[in-house]
């Protein structure tokens, strides 16, 4: 993996950059699709790639560990070919599990117990054998496991994690030393800064994991329940550690005016389920604003789904035969409102690129932050 940092703005951290993997270069700033089980859902790979412009997806290795399974991963030769789909992958470790299925796992040095969400089976996942699994699954850009403590956790709790996750970055960085790609290519490992809401802990987990040299950067543990404005604060802190020469990927995050909001503070990728699941639940993301297809007032309005945005779904299908689709229960509404979604986000990245490249990127974002958050 290499990264080069093309251009950064003058007036914000807003960095634009390249960052080029063994199935393709990523143009950042870039958001990936969640495909947590080897599928965006309601979404095909030909579909991500000529209707959406997706140049990277998301996989998650604990959802992938239980089903389909290694082994049937590993004879099919990789998720890649698995699904379909030949262009860049990055795997979760399961570390967002410690948080999201807290009910479920218990929390030890040594790694994380789970209890199948699926059957009740317990597994444990270890530094070491999450980075063995991701070798199976075949994903470019690896994750460390971490713990990620929720929004609210108080100060001893976040440092407890936060340590944690640093003995585990030491670990998973030796496993990943000690092993090799199964498939013929080269994968790289990131690591996870952790520390919830609180500066200092976030300044030494940053400063602690650059000092392990890994070839790129997540921040973790934000949108877990803290403030917006939190979010924001814990960004511009970490940032301005991270090397300015190495990706720099915030984890699960988030709406639109997120997005933009952190690019300007220095990030180059985001994963989140918002598109995908909102746009199943009705919420459509456009070039005008969101609205909510099942709404009355668009029964009978019959422009264009985002007269703004160039592309065969959001141009093709009207507002109306959209809601007409959702009041039916129509499988096809899920999937055109989930296209239109991730398009509109990815037209997002690109347009947020130009900006940086041209160097207006704070009077753009100015001006599109109102325009892309108000409900229509």
Known sequence: MRFTLEYVDSETRARAGRLETPHGVVETPMFMPV????SVKAVSPRELRRDVGAQIILGNTYHLYLRPGLEVLRQAGGLHRFMGWDGPIL??????????????????????????????SRHLFTPENVIDYQRVIGADIMMVLDECPPGDASLEAARRAHELTLRWAERSKRRFEE????YGYEQ????????????????????????????????????????????????EVVT?????????????????????????????????????RNGRNGTIFTTEGILNIRNRKWQTDF????????GYVSQTFTKAYVRHLFQAGEILGLQIATLQNLSFYLWLMREARRAILEGRYRSWMNEMLPRISRRL
């Not at 092993?179 to 199964?182: E, S, V």
Request: proline fraction near 8%; glycine fraction near 12%.
């Open 35 to 38: 495909g947590t089980v080897g």
């Open 91 to 120: 795997t979760d470790s399961g570390g967002f599990q410690v948080f999201s299925l807290a009910a479920l796992r218990k929390l030890s040095e040594e790694g994380v117990w789970f209890q199948s969400h699926l059957d009740g």
């Open 179 to 182: 092993t090799a790609p199964l």
């Open 188 to 235: 790289a490992l990131f690591a996870i800064v952790q520390g919830g809401v609180f500066p200092e802990l976030r300044r030494e987990s940053a400063r602690a994991l650059v000092a392990m040299d890994f070839p790129g950067y997540a921040i973790g543990g934000l949108s877990v329940g803290e403030p917006t404005e939190l979010m924001y604060e814990m960004v």
């Open 240 to 276: 301005e550690i991270l090397p300015a020469d190495r990706p720099r990927y915030l984890m699960g995050v988030g709406t639109p005016a997120n997005l933009l909001e952190n690019i300007a503070r220095g990030v180059d990728l985001f994963d989140c389920v918002m598109p995908t």
């Open 303 to 310: 422009s264009p789904l985002d007269p703004g945005l160039d």
